[in-house]
């Protein structure tokens, strides 16, 4: 069977620092060892470096039954901005174009977002004959409008009028749409008027633990080692990009670190690894807080590393809309590294945080409420460590790639019958 999997702003398995595969990635890979003839159509710009990888379409060949196609629609250095935008029609007319010199494929497996993207997908449908499956990863554009400031929403709501029709037609017409919680799936057919079938699947994200050879994770550990966050220190993690969505928040962990009586705090630390535009501002915030530690971003090895140190995984994400019937893929990330989830979100998260009783809660806006499981952490390490056990073993059940993926794979399969 011959696939496309399209999608961009992931990771790619060149890029440089021990890349981890998401989503896509993943599933690109598995398809291609099952024998499929797979093309992952991505793009040029490395999303989290806000860096090219390429300054022209490239075709990157990744073994006898994979191909990644780079897209180039020019770069943009901002999540939230005109750029961005520009830079997603032309990478849609690039994938439409460069799709008709392709050999058809059965299969056309399409993240959403971009909207864009599956709207060229639905397109080429009637020229190929494939089946269209969108994967509903994210609620564009309605997190726009609500994104905006109230007075405002009514001009947003202006705004984004044409991705709504895009979104909408492209639904009407898909033959199977999925995404990464059932609940996203039901957003999607809240907004057409075909019903669901049980083949529209909510499919949640997997995580793969990467193994590498032992020099390079003694190289990560001695990393650590020299930032000042070793085994004897109460380490907490906050691993992502540091978007201004949810600088509040983050801001909010800030304080309450300065929270902790300064004898404990000699004793812990709050480490923010990633990059993005609220990073600069954060780092400010933390000038005289030396357990705060800004690494940059990070690659795999030392994300592995980070997390054998560290007693818990810090979510902090906005009670919003998407956030509370979302599973983000840094809650997988922490149940895979055996860290209990440390959150305010309500939803999907907490309800998993109290089903599975892997982690933490706090209350959002309420530094104190943060402060005291940081001092929990500090108190309590026997707790913590029983929570990440808890938090490995529902890993190793639900979320690993060959129980998530593996599922999806065969409906796939099927699909092409």
């Given at each position: ?84 935008i520009a830079n997603q029609v032309r ?213 592995q590393t980070l997390m054998e140190r ?39 998260i907490g309800k998993l945080i109290n ?63």
């Amino acid at each position: 069977m011959r696939v496309w999997v399209v999608s961009v702003g992931e990771p790619l398995p060149f890029d440089e620092g021990h890349p981890r595969l998401l989503r896509a990635g993943i599933l690109a890979r598995m398809m291609a060892a099952r024998g499929h003839d797979v093309t992952w159509w991505s793009s040029t710009v490395i999303h989290m470096q806000k860096t090219l990888r390429f300054n022209e379409t490239t075709v990157v060949p990744q073994g006898p039954n994979l191909n990644i196609v780079c897209l180039h629609g020019g770069l943009y250095t901002k999540n939230i901005s005109i750029a961005r935008i520009a830079n997603q029609v032309r990478l849609a007319f690039a994938f439409f174009g460069k799709a008709k010199t392709m050999p058809k494929p059965d299969v056309i497996f399409c993240a959403m977002p971009t909207i864009e993207f599956c709207t060229a997908a639905v397109l080429l449908k009637k020229q190929t004959g494939a089946k269209v499956v969108m994967d509903v990863r994210d609620y564009w554009p309605d997190i726009w409008e609500e994104a905006a400031p109230e007075k405002w929403r009514w001009l947003a709501k202006l705004f984004i009028a044409p991705w709504q029709f895009m979104l909408r037609w492209s639904l009407m017409r898909a033959d199977r749409v999925m995404g990464f919680t059932d609940l996203a799936v039901d957003w999607a057919f809240s907004k057409v008027s075909r019903k669901r079938t049980p083949a529209d699947m909510g499919v949640p994200m997997a995580y793969e633990l990467q193994k590498f050879d032992e020099d390079v994770m003694q190289k990560a550990r001695a990393g650590w080692d020299a930032r000042g966050i070793d085994t004897k220190k109460t380490t907490i993690c906050m691993i992502g990009t540091l978007t201004s969505r949810f600088a509040h928040l983050m801001h909010d962990a800030i304080e309450a670190v300065r929270l902790i009586p300064a004898e404990q705090r000699k004793n812990f630390r709050l480490v923010f690894a990633g990059t993005g535009e609220a990073a600069e501002g954060l780092k400010d915030a933390a000038r005289d807080l030396p357990e705060i530690i800004f690494p940059g971003w990070i690659g795999a090895p030392d994300i592995q590393t980070l997390m054998e140190r560290s007693c818990a995984g810090l979510l902090p994400y906005p009670n919003t809309a998407d956030f509370l019937v979302a599973m983000p893929n840094k809650s997988i990330e922490y149940l895979a590294g055996g860290l209990p989830i440390m959150s305010c979100l309500r939803g999907q998260i907490g309800k998993l945080i109290n089903t599975e009783d892997c982690g933490f809660s706090y209350t959002e806006g309420d530094v104190t409420s943060l402060a005291t499981q940081f001092q929990r952490a500090l108190n309590e390490p026997d707790t913590f460590e029983d929570k990440g056990h808890k938090a490995r073993a529902l890993y190793d059940r639900r979320f690993t790639p060959d129980a998530v993926y593996g599922g999806l794979i065969d409906a796939l399969e099927n699909l092409k019958k």
